[in-house]
């Protein structure tokens, strides 16, 4: 072996033992439907700890990549925070496999605690009792606003109607944005975990974090949808959505930080009544989302069942003649 060869060699030697020597106080941020820097608590409270090793598992089991068009939409996504992830030196560590397996393993060859958002679906909820017996497990809150479990009336039982809800919701609410600078985290080296996955789906589509805000951004400007969303949100034929949803459901963009502008908003003494009405009209939308998150998670058969007990036994008649 020629010096040359040698001295690259030992370098890349002294690379890999002296990241892994920075890891002593690591911690996995798994990124599931928190796609993003901005306002991202999970990642703020991993930060906290030690180094962070952002990790993606592309579980092909989930439910998300057996839908073929919203596949792409998710990849496009994952290949956005690693682009973002690249600016800090770092990136998304993206591994294919099963979570059930690759989570443990990723915990047990780092020796370090998994921090990931909290999710109120019932598979994810067992899905994370599983791991919570094999790895050090933090979940944090970051799907809404206000936690499931946090809304509840005064005998402690959870909401049934909206209306009750929201007013709950309207009271109890506080603004919990944190936004962090990404430059003051410590991140590890992109390569750190050993992947033998690289992306091979395209996508036509910019799905992103920045994207997201553009969306928003476009929707609530001078001759955006917003401000005649209370009369045109069922008129199919005009885009009077904001179209944000598919970015809300993977964490591109925050619900908290959605509904603080819209309380923003509506402290412009200027605003016609229209235009108040229709922002209360989408902020409504949001809190929506809430209550039907909150109801899948103090009723998790609502899944497949009907919520009112009394409607389960109807027969449908799933002829697709009479259809």
């Not at 949100?233 to 908290?256: E, F, I, T």
Request: hydrophobic letters at 40%; aromatic letters at 12%; a neutral charge.
């Amino acid at each position: 072996m020629t010096k040359r060869l040698w001295r690259f060699w030992l370098f890349l030697w002294e690379l890999v033992v002296g990241e892994m020597r920075n890891l002593n106080n690591c911690v996995i941020w798994w990124v599931r439907k928190d796609i993003r820097l901005k306002d991202n608590p999970t990642l703020v409270r991993a930060a906290q700890l030690g180094q962070v090793i952002p990790v993606y598992i592309l579980d092909e089991t989930s439910l998300e990549l057996r839908n073929g068009s919203f596949r792409g939409f998710l990849t496009s996504a994952v290949r956005s925070l690693d682009t973002e992830l690249k600016k800090y030196g770092s990136g998304l560590n993206v591994v294919a496999g099963l979570t059930a397996v690759e989570i443990p393993r990723l915990a047990l060859e780092f020796q370090c605690t998994v921090f990931t958002q909290d999710d109120f679906t019932p598979e994810i909820r067992r899905t994370f009792k599983n791991l919570s017996s094999q790895v050090d497990l933090v979940l944090v809150d970051g799907a809404t606003a206000l936690h499931p479990a946090a809304l509840l009336k005064d005998d402690g039982s959870p909401y049934k109607v909206f209306s009750s809800y929201r007013k709950k919701w309207m009271e109890d609410y506080r603004s919990k944005v944190q936004n962090v600078d990404p430059s003051s985290i410590s991140f590890s080296n992109r390569h750190i975990v050993e992947s033998k996955f690289d992306p091979p789906y395209s996508t036509d589509r910019h799905v992103s974090e920045r994207s997201a805000l553009s969306r928003f951004i476009k929707f609530k400007s001078e001759f955006g949808a917003l401000w005649k969303y209370g009369t045109n949100r069922s008129r199919v034929d005009l885009q009077s959505s904001s179209g944000l949803s598919p970015y809300l459901n993977l964490g591109l963009v925050s619900a908290n930080s959605l509904l603080d502008e819209t309380f923003v908003l509506l402290q412009d003494s200027e605003l016609d009544q229209g235009s108040r009405e229709s922002i209360i009209s989408w902020q409504s939308e949001l809190i929506w989302r809430e209550f039907f998150i909150s109801a899948l998670f103090h009723f998790p058969e609502t899944q497949s069942q009907n919520f009112n007990k009394s409607l389960r036994g109807i027969d449908w008649n799933e002829s697709e003649e009479v259809f």
